[in-house]
């Protein structure tokens, strides 16, 4: 698999859609530090996995996919406390959620994929 630049990678694909929903989703939100958060933890996620495309070594570039991954987890926490608190409600919270674990999943093949190659050296 041979990746020119990380606007090829599945994942920053699919974190670029999870900003644009987060974005969405929140547009509304009169709580501006919460809808401010997730809007950075969201942003880091897609930032960190291009950051780390640009390192020298795949190890570095796990790292920053593993930073983007604690992104991540902070907006999936973010949506609970957003459902809990009447923010958004139940369809948006399952869409957001459900792009979220996207990432995530492409996250972990990706990290696994990686890996996996830095044994083979």
Do not use: P
């Amino acid at each position: 698999m041979k990746i020119d630049k990380f606007e090829e990678i599945e994942a920053w694909k699919e974190a670029r859609r999870l900003v644009k929903d987060l974005y969405s989703g929140f547009s509304k939100c009169r709580d501006f530090s919460l809808k401010d958060q997730i809007q950075r933890a969201g942003i880091s996620v897609m930032s960190n996995i291009a950051e780390g495309f640009e390192r020298n070594t795949n190890k570095e570039f796990i790292n920053f996919l593993s930073i983007a991954r604690g992104s991540l987890a902070e907006v999936k926490s973010l949506l609970y406390a957003a459902k809990d608190i009447g923010y958004i409600d139940k369809n948006v919270f399952d869409s957001l959620f459900d792009r979220a674990n996207k990432v995530n999943g492409l996250l972990n093949g990706f990290i696994s994929y990686l890996k996996s190659n830095l044994k083979r050296k």
